[in-house]
């Protein structure tokens, strides 16, 4: 059995095709942060025909709190220089999290020398839902160097992944990004988007960029970097204006159900079992509960349209949307 979710104290009346529906409270959807490791790192040791020295720095979140922070090092002499860079900006809030970061490498000499430099920013957040919600991550990776014959020298791309429990648990999503052959910049969306049952979950995303090698002349340099958004919301928040979750449950949720809805109730001839006619597409956005509110049961009818109608909170004569959320 589902958890219960705490409410907010909200109704409003709607009508809908001459009918009107009173809905009940708006329920929250809360982010209960659990464990995170999120840091900046970049370690030097040397530069082209210079000497060997170690350089490393690091910074990394105390707590849950914002974090932002930007490290460097470099080493250099007459013959050559190398260097390193990451950064990150992040926040966990009670219903998303939000981040960016990048990392950054580089070595140029005039004679042919090995560089050795790397910059990492990795964002980890481990979460309790404490009820079934909706969530949708939206953002960019990037990965690029410089085009040449010695692309192999570079280093740089990105990995986000989120996972049932821990990492190392049920991995739900991943995605990576790496250079191009040859070089040059590669840009990939960064999306998901789906249901989470209450539970434990980490969401996992890092970018590193490395040279490593025989890498001058001439120059070289990498990056790569993130920026994203992971929201968390009720189950009855089916899209919004831009055909995504939006934070509220509103005509546009409404006008959605409605769309896929697939009930064996006016059937004459229902099929066996009942709803068999709902397509997955119909059940992935809109199936959100079964007779008395329970689970979803295969279709899309009156047990959903309650349910969406309970959980309504819209932004009309008031902040947008303010009640959809703790």
């Known amino acids: 059995m589902r958890p219960q979710q705490s409410t907010m104290n909200t109704c409003s009346v709607f009508a809908v095709s001459a009918a009107f529906f ?15 490791s999120r840091s900046v790192s970049n370690e030097q040791v040397n530069a082209p025909q210079c000497s060997i020295d170690f350089f490393f720095d690091s910074q990394a979140a105390a707590g849950f709190e914002p974090f932002d922070a930007f490290v460097r090092t470099q080493h250099g002499c007459v013959s050559g220089f190398a260097g390193a860079t990451a950064d990150q900006q992040s ?128 120059s070289r340099s990498g990056q790569a970097s993130f920026a994203f958004t992971f929201d968390v919301t009720v189950l009855a928040d089916l899209t919004g204006p831009r055909g995504v979750p939006d934070g509220c449950v509103d005509a546009s949720d409404l006008v959605a159900m409605l769309g896929a809805w697939c009930s064996a109730v006016n059937d004459p001839n229902p099929p066996s079992p009942p709803c068999e006619n709902c397509t997955q597409a119909n059940l992935d956005l809109a199936d959100i509960a079964g007779p008395g509110g329970g689970p979803p049961d295969g279709c899309v009818d009156s047990n959903d349209l309650t349910k969406l109608l309970g959980e309504w909170c819209s932004a009309l004569g008031g902040n947008p949307c303010g009640t959809c959320g703790p």
């Open 91 to 218: 926040q966990i809030d009670s219903a998303s999290m939000t981040a960016s970061g990048t990392a950054t490498s580089e070595a140029q000499g005039s004679v042919p020398g090995h560089a050795h430099a790397f910059g990492i920013s990795r964002f980890v957040v481990t979460f309790e839902l404490p009820s079934a919600s909706r969530f949708a991550l939206d953002g960019t990776m990037t990965a690029g160097s410089l085009p040449d014959a010695k692309v192999e020298t570079v280093l740089a791309g990105g990995l986000a992944r989120l996972w049932e429990g821990r990492i190392g648990g049920v991995l739900l999503f991943q995605q990576s990004i790496e250079v191009p052959p040859g070089g040059g910049t590669n840009k990939q969306a960064l999306e998901a988007a789906g249901t989470l049952e209450p539970g434990v979950y980490t969401l996992d995303v890092q970018v590193g960029s490395f040279i490593e090698g025989l890498a001058v002349p001439p």
């Open 22 to 36: 009173v809905c009940g409270a708006a329920e929250a959807q809360t982010i209960i942060p659990i464990d995170q």
